[in-house]
């Protein structure tokens, strides 16, 4: 693991949540159009998380039920981000976005409470201490207590590649970092 991923843990645990306020009906577009963008400019380190907050309920017409999804609060979207400069201008001046929620449009973080309640999970990446080419153990899964060498870690996904001697043959497979640990 790299000192620059370790950096952006960090940085994500520092993080805030804040309410984003766009056009009704342009939520997901929103979402999308500000994860382009951090992509395209490189700010993976100041903007973490997009999301737009929905609920299921159960839809009766005609005699028939079906399952629904539906936006819980219509017109905003949440986005996890360190706030400097550079990062309110990106979402600020996003296609679809009117402003922060806040007064005079200066960001007010949510309180832990307030994210809880709004059904946010936090992803915490977890740190982990492995690199390419050292050998681990499968703790878990179809491939329990295989030994195998990492080929690549995906800190996005949080998964590895793993070269293990399967009947004789190194096959690659991939797994979640909680299935495995360092030997």
């Given at each position: 693991?790299?000192d620059k991923?370790?950096?952006?843990?960090?940085?994500?645990?520092?993080?805030?949540?804040?309410?984003?306020?766009?056009?009704?009906g342009?939520?997901n577009k929103?979402?999308?159009?500000?994860?382009?963008?951090?992509?395209?400019r490189?700010?993976?380190?100041?903007?973490?998380?997009?999301?737009?907050?929905?609920?299921?309920?159960?839809?009766t017409k005609?005699?028939?039920?079906?399952?629904?999804?539906?936006?819980?609060?219509?017109?905003?979207?949440?986005?996890?981000m360190?706030?400097?400069?550079?990062?309110?201008?990106?979402?600020?001046?996003t296609?679809g976005?009117?402003?922060?929620?806040?007064?005079?449009?200066?960001?007010?973080?949510l309180?832990?409470?307030?994210?809880?309640?709004?059904?946010?999970?936090e992803?915490y990446?977890?740190?982990?201490?492995?690199?390419?080419?050292?050998?681990?153990?499968?703790t878990?899964?179809?491939?329990?207590?295989?030994?195998?060498?990492?080929?690549?870690?995906?800190?996005?996904k949080?998964?590895?590649?793993?070269?293990?001697?399967?009947?004789?043959?190194?096959?690659?497979?991939?797994?979640?970092?909680?299935?495995?640990?360092?030997?």
């Amino acid at each position: 693991m790299t000192d620059k991923d370790i950096n952006r843990e960090k940085r994500a645990r520092d993080a805030k949540w804040y309410v984003v306020h766009t056009y009704s009906g342009h939520e997901n577009k929103v979402k999308a159009n500000i994860e382009k963008m951090v992509e395209n400019r490189g700010m993976r380190d100041d903007i973490f998380e997009i999301a737009v907050p929905t609920e299921e309920y159960m839809d009766t017409k005609s005699g028939t039920k079906k399952l629904k999804e539906r936006k819980m609060f219509p017109g905003y979207v949440l986005v996890k981000m360190i706030i400097n400069d550079e990062s309110w201008y990106l979402v600020r001046n996003t296609r679809g976005v009117t402003g922060f929620v806040g007064p005079a449009s200066k960001p007010v973080p949510l309180s832990d409470a307030e994210v809880k309640a709004l059904g946010v999970q936090e992803t915490y990446l977890p740190l982990v201490d492995f690199n390419v080419k050292d050998s681990i153990k499968v703790t878990s899964g179809p491939f329990e207590n295989f030994m195998g060498t990492i080929e690549s870690i995906n800190m996005e996904k949080r998964k590895v590649k793993v070269y293990i001697s399967m009947f004789g043959r190194e096959t690659l497979v991939e797994l979640d970092f909680d299935q495995v640990e360092k030997v």
